[in-house]
């Protein structure tokens, strides 16, 4: 059973960082793209970040571009995002998800993880 598993996530404030991860278990990550979705509260689900499979290929929400890095380890089965200089707005639960095919919508993944809340506030 493909099972995914962030962590990483807490409370910082403004102008912090904090570098999630996503761990496979069940299956070889390498086989999927990997994306990462937040949703803040009172708001839809939102697409952050895709890497490919091999990790030659990613892209970012306008939101967090300059900001974030999406990375992979395949050898460790897990997947980063690297958040630097954090705002209030990006306070949400990050999901990472599993899918086929490159793209910041959620309906290309069918395999997800339970979320990590992430607060910035000062």
């Known amino acids: 059973q493909l099972q ?3 962590s990483g996530g807490g409370l910082v404030q403004p102008g912090g960082s ?6 496979a278990s069940g299956f ?3 086989y999927y793209v990997i994306g990462w979705f937040r949703r803040a509260p009172g ?3 939102e697409g952050v970040s895709y890497i490919s499979h091999s ?3 990613t892209n ?12 992979r380890d395949n050898a460790k089965n897990t997947v980063f995002l690297q958040m630097n200089n954090l705002k209030p707005e ?8 599993a899918g086929q095919y490159f793209g910041l919508d959620s309906r290309l993944y069918n395999s ?3 979320g990590t809340q992430v607060t910035i506030s000062s």
Do not use: P
């Open 90 to 97: 990006d306070t949400a639960i990050y999901y990472c998800a």
């Open 28 to 30: 070889t990550l390498d």
């Open 55 to 57: 990790g030659g290929n």
């Open 43 to 45: 708001k839809e689900r």
């Open 18 to 23: 904090l570098r999630l991860s996503c761990a």
């Open 112 to 114: 997800w993880g339970q």
């Open 4 to 6: 995914l598993v962030e």
């Open 60 to 71: 970012y929400a306008d939101s967090v571009k300059g900001r974030f890095t999406i990375s």
